[in-house]
């Protein structure tokens, strides 16, 4: 009997081992399966690289491959599945089309949800409109949609050039927009009450003499501004020479009417059956310390009773509470103002301390009285020239505006409250 191993393998040539004879073939073909054909590679050609960077890069590999000890071997991850690649596909205008209606459905969602939605503040918008409203009315008055429009169609009338102004420059449709920015001040800041409106005569000329105080000339503007609105003329401001050296002030006072404080203009106003405003005291009334309030200075020479004896129109005397309180006069500095070209320099409890913010007025309660006229026809023009009977009558129309503010103090109180 002979050994079958023995000739396992030992056909062929001596050397390498046959694929058919060789050991590991038989032994495939005796489990039935085809022998595998190793596939054959291309050797890639060496390069020359320095050895001691490959010594490098196995340390790193051992020291990052090294475990500590008693550490134990994390279970391997399961392979995530295959992921599908997306599929690119070409956009049609239908689909376009499609996108932008829904975008522009969103959006005018959002729109029309914008008044209940709440804003950064947590303030919802038509609470924030209702607010302005509510604020326009109480600033402006019922009738606030009325002005607004008036003072639209003003703008819009200057704009293209129908307006006029008279030889002294006065300019109605600035007077309109002036009364109605300075209304909110009088009506609302300082509460005025306006008492003798009676007395200030319907058409013809007329003089209106008032006491000046204040530190800042407000008082002005706030008696122009009760005479059209409570008598419906205009009136037309003397004012000192300073004023319309200013600039920017002068042109202003100009378009409202002010002209300068001399007999030749007074005379041609009154004339011309104007309405003219004069204050006597000048910048001695209103650079006045606060000591003095209400104590008037001196009325001058009496050259506002000249110009109403030779136009033959009454005198009205006019007083005035509550122009003293808006920026209470503490002190001055002369030096300074005299270096600016100015009459004084004034120093209030907060200005020049708080800067802007004090010159802000404060709000203290107003009250102007026109009082009964003075009739000056019963002289002739001549008597213009008459120095006693000038005195005579300026110190008559300053007691009687002395003794008005007395009595008005009296009515008014306390000033603020």
């Not at 090294?66 to 995530?80: R, V, Y």
Request: aromatic share 6%; hydrophobic share 40%.
């Amino acid at each position: 009997m002979t050994d079958e191993r023995k000739t396992i393998g030992s056909a062929g040539k001596a050397g390498r081992g046959n694929r058919q004879t060789s050991p590991s073939a038989a032994a495939r073909a005796l489990a039935g399966s085809p022998p595998a054909k190793k596939p054959v590679t291309k050797a890639k050609p060496k390069t020359a690289q320095p050895s001691a960077p490959k010594k490098a890069t196995a340390a790193k590999k051992s020291a990052a491959t090294k475990k500590p000890a008693g550490a134990t071997t994390a279970p391997p991850k399961a392979a995530a599945p295959p992921r599908d690649k997306p599929r690119l596909r070409a956009v049609t205008d239908e689909d376009a089309a499609a996108a932008a209606a829904a975008a522009a459905e969103e959006a005018a969602k959002r729109t029309r949800t914008a008044g209940a939605a709440p804003l950064s503040a947590g303030i919802p918008l038509d609470e924030i409109v209702v607010a302005v409203i509510q604020a326009a009315q109480r600033v402006l008055g019922s009738d606030w949609e009325a002005r607004v429009a008036t003072l639209l169609a003003t703008i819009r009338k200057r704009m293209s050039g129908d307006y006029e102004v008279d030889e002294f420059g006065f300019d109605p449709q600035i007077t309109e927009v002036l009364t109605a920015a300075i209304e909110p001040l009088a009506e609302k800041w300082f509460r005025l009450e306006v008492r003798g409106v009676e007395n200030i005569p319907a058409e013809g000329g007329a003089l209106l003499v008032a006491n000046h105080s204040g530190t800042v000339p407000i008082d002005g503007l706030i008696t122009g501004y009760a005479v059209k609105k409570y008598s419906g003329r205009n009136l037309r401001p003397l004012g000192a020479d300073l004023v319309f050296s200013l600039p920017f002030v002068g042109q202003i006072a100009r378009k409202v009417g002010a002209t300068l404080a001399c007999t030749e203009d007074a005379e041609r106003l009154l004339t011309t059956g104007e309405l003219a405003g004069v204050w006597p005291e000048g910048f001695k009334g209103i650079g006045k310390p606060f000591a003095e309030r209400y104590k008037l200075q001196r009325f001058g020479r009496g050259g506002f009773v000249s110009s109403a004896m030779r136009a033959q129109v009454p005198i009205v005397p006019v007083s005035i509470v509550g122009a003293e309180e808006i920026y209470p006069l503490v002190g001055n500095v002369p030096s300074l103002a005299r270096l600016l070209g100015l009459p004084y320099l004034p120093i209030t409890p907060f200005f020049p301390l708080l800067g802007p913010l004090g010159m802000i007025p404060l709000p203290s309660k107003w009250i102007i009285e026109f009082g009964e006229p003075i009739r000056t026809d019963a002289y002739d023009p001549e008597a213009a020239d008459d120095p006693m009977l000038l005195f005579n009558v300026t110190d008559q129309v300053r007691e009687t505006i002395q003794q008005t503010l007395y009595g008005l103090l009296v009515d008014r109180g306390n000033a603020f409250f």
